[in-house]
């Protein structure tokens, strides 16, 4: 298959009045699948009221087909055609936080999306996404669409159109490309069919965030443990890896120093992930630097980009600095510690 790139700024507005996007959107009502732009990272789209259409993502993607997709809306009215019961603290955070990177988990309205998005689950995850192009495309489209990230299962997800094809060229029907997304790391997923509102996938609205408008949120007891069966089905996979090793190291630029000495010692080419601010402590084959510790959402945008361009080198381990686990740090940490496999050395 051919898979087309539309190219279109991010001045598109809600009414799709774009000629790419209405391509995309016919191609969506035809059931084919499509990645486009969102503010977290490109989502690869299908129909999701259509089996034949979601089939496609699971094959193109090559997911385990027990792990549920986001359905992803552009109004208001759309959410009830799809979820019922919406608690208060459901309505609340939507008031706040939509559109916006922030995934809520309600219960499923039967019979409308097909059983394959939720995974035979009662329940259904929804998002709003905060961008014009993809906003756009569900309005045009007239659907809701079932996107999870448009990369190939277990790799990194793609913050630009030339990572969604790297990965998908010639699998997919199509590509909206509008340049790179801008928070670089997923939507927050919450369950809201808790007693207590749960943190399933830490992403791009904090806890800090959340607590301010509702008050107590929990974190899913899996987040903590790399071997529990966590309660959101993707949780449990290996995730955001690139081809080579990740070992995120918990110690001073120096200890991390004597680790790349000794694998070099080796003969081995080593890479380090740090930040703009520690870049020059490194002598490496590869020292990539992922934005500014003191900016954790730039470390956020260009993580996943940077796990990617290890993979363009000859570099065969890799090691990561850490970072705090507060705010937008959580979610980095997250995806971090999963592209690792949770293997990590501390400093004595
Ligand atoms: O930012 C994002 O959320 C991106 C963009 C494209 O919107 N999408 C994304 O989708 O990250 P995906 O499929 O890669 O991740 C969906 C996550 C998975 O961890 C999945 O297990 C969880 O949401 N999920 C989906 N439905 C669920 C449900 N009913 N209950 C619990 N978790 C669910
Ligand atoms: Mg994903």
Request: hydrophobic fraction near 40%; glycine fraction near 8%.
């Amino acid at each position: 298959m051919e898979t087309k790139v539309w190219i279109v700024d991010n001045a598109v507005d809600k009414k799709g009045s774009y000629s790419q996007i209405s391509q995309a959107a016919t191609l969506l009502r035809e059931n084919e699948v499509v990645a486009f732009p969102t503010e977290t990272v490109y989502g690869l789209g299908a129909n999701a009221t259509s089996t034949i259409a979601v089939k496609k993502i699971f094959q193109a993607k090559g997911r385990p087909s027990d792990n549920p997709l986001i359905v992803h809306i552009a109004d208001r009215k759309q959410l009830e055609e799809i979820a019922v019961d919406i608690p208060p603290v459901a309505n609340t955070l939507i008031e706040h936080f939509w559109p916006g990177p922030l995934t809520l988990i309600l219960k499923k309205r039967e019979n409308v999306i097909c059983d394959e998005v939720t995974a035979g689950l009662s329940t259904i995850a929804v998002r709003m996404p905060d961008h014009p192009v993809a906003l756009a495309l569900i309005q045009e489209s007239g659907l809701p669409l079932a996107a999870p990230s448009a990369n190939l299962s277990g790799r990194p997800s793609p913050t630009s159109a030339m990572h969604v094809l790297t990965d998908l060229n010639g699998k997919i029907a199509g590509v909206v490309d509008a340049g790179v997304t801008g928070i670089g790391v997923e939507s927050t997923v919450l369950d809201c069919t808790a007693e207590i509102p749960t943190i399933l996938r830490p992403g791009g609205v904090t806890k800090e965030e959340l607590e301010k408008i509702i008050g107590h949120v929990n974190m899913d007891a899996a987040l903590f443990a790399g071997d529990k069966v966590p309660k959101s089905p993707g949780m449990k996979y290996t995730h955001y890896a690139p081809k080579s090793p990740l070992i995120i190291v918990d110690g001073s630029p120096s200890f991390l120093q004597q680790l790349v000495d000794q694998q070099r010692a080796l003969g081995k080419k080593v890479g380090v992930l740090t930040t703009e601010e520690h870049e020059h402590f490194y002598k490496a084959d590869v020292v990539l630097a992922c934005g500014k510790r003191a900016d954790l959402y730039t470390v956020a945008s260009c993580l996943y980009g940077a796990l990617r361009a290890f993979d363009e080198t000859d570099v065969e381990v890799i090691y990561s600095e850490r970072f705090p686990q507060e705010g937008i740090g959580t979610a980095i940490m997250n995806r971090l510690n999963k592209a690792a496999g949770y293997q990590l050395i501390r400093e004595k």
